[in-house]
């Protein structure tokens, strides 16, 4: 029975590594995989914010949603019937979204008090994102982690008392000039508003 016992506790061994190679071996490995599923296995509870996009005329164009995740938060964004090209996105720091040229929604989101842009070296703001590029039929998407971010509560909170909007501007931002990386006008618009998922 001893030797069964032996036996047993060397194929577990043995299984075990054969297990340990099949796992990322360095850390490169281990970040291609986090950048390839960014929230799978990181939604830490069910809470989520969406803003339904509207242009000045009132016509729906798309959703950006915001849902909780480990260590921050995470936008996806979808439009329709928007002009092709890129644009400039952000999440502006008040949730008023009053036609036609929606600056009641304020500045860009910047809790953290940095200037504009993705390639600015004292950036960016948290509501500063990647250009949504705009197909030819007028549909486009992107997804994008808010590292640090809340959704409700606590210094970088989204949903603070002034709210949030989400707004998509007529040009592309070149991510460099403070504040608003020269994106043009604004012209869609939507207020987040607390859902569940």
Not at 13 to 41: H, W
Not at 89 to 107: N, W
Not at 176 to 188: H, W
Request: glycine residues 14%; contains cysteine; proline residues 4%.
């Amino acid at each position: 029975m001893r030797n069964i016992v032996l036996t047993s506790a060397a194929c577990a061994a043995i299984a075990l590594t054969g297990c340990q190679q099949e796992s990322p071996s360095n850390e490169a490995d281990i970040a291609t995989v986090t950048e390839e599923t960014p929230t799978t296995g990181g939604m830490v509870d069910a809470e989520s914010a969406t803003a339904a996009l509207q242009t000045a005329d009132g016509t729906s164009v798309g959703e950006a949603r915001i849902s909780t995740m480990d260590g921050g938060l995470n936008l996806t964004l979808s439009v329709t019937g928007m002009p092709p090209g890129n644009h400039g996105v952000h999440i502006h720091q008040t949730g008023k979204c009053d036609a036609p040229d929606f600056k009641s929604a304020g500045g860009h989101w910047n809790p953290t008090d940095k200037e504009h842009g993705l390639a600015n070296d004292n950036g960016s703001h948290m509501g500063d994102f990647v250009n949504l590029e705009v197909a030819a039929d007028g549909t486009g998407s992107l997804e994008r982690p808010i590292k640090g971010a809340t959704l409700k509560g606590g210094a970088n909170a989204l949903l603070d008392s002034d709210g949030a909007a989400f707004i998509v501007h007529a040009g592309q931002d070149d991510q460099m000039t403070d504040p608003s990386g020269d994106s043009g006008d604004r012209i869609a618009c939507g207020v987040f508003e607390k859902t569940a998922s």
